[in-house]
């Protein structure tokens, strides 16, 4: 099993950052895709972003292209999301995913992944 913690998120105005953290514990997760998706309210969860088990891989939502940087130490069990140039529409519950698969890219939607987190609240105000 894998536990999955976020941290990092936060009320900031359009245009700030935000880094965003998942500590995991458990199993190693040096061998595991992860990637990080939101939810709005009232609004099914939505793929953000991904990464393969080395880093050396990555792959964004259009929507957040150019402003969001996905990463990760394996070496800390940790992923990180930094979140730049932030807008109200980017509002949602965060959270982070990791899978047993060994394949990279896993599925961008939910049906992808085994293991969540609680998620972290980024809440951008206008």
């Known amino acids: 099993q894998v536990q999955l913690v976020e941290s990092g998120g936060g009320l900031v105005q359009a245009g700030g950052s935000l880094r965003l953290s998942c500590a995991a514990s458990g199993r190693t997760i040096s061998s595991s895709a992860m990637g990080w998706f939101r939810q709005a309210p009232g609004k099914e969860r939505e793929?953000?972003?991904?990464i393969s088990?080395?880093?050396?891989?990555?792959?964004?939502?259009?929507?957040?292209?150019?402003?969001?940087?996905?990463?990760?130490d394996n070496a800390k069990n940790t992923m990180l999301l930094q979140v730049n140039s932030l807008k109200p529409e980017d509002t949602a519950a965060y959270y982070c995913a990791a899978t047993r698969r060994a394949y990279y890219p896993p599925s961008p939607s939910v049906s992808?992944?085994?293991?969540?987190?609680?998620?972290?609240q980024v809440t951008v105000s206008s």
């Open 53 to 72: 088990w080395t880093g050396s891989r990555t792959r964004y939502a259009d929507s957040v292209k150019g402003r969001f940087t996905i990463s990760r």
């Open 112 to 120: 992808g992944y085994e293991y969540w987190g609680q998620g972290t």
């Open 47 to 50: 793929f953000v972003a991904d």
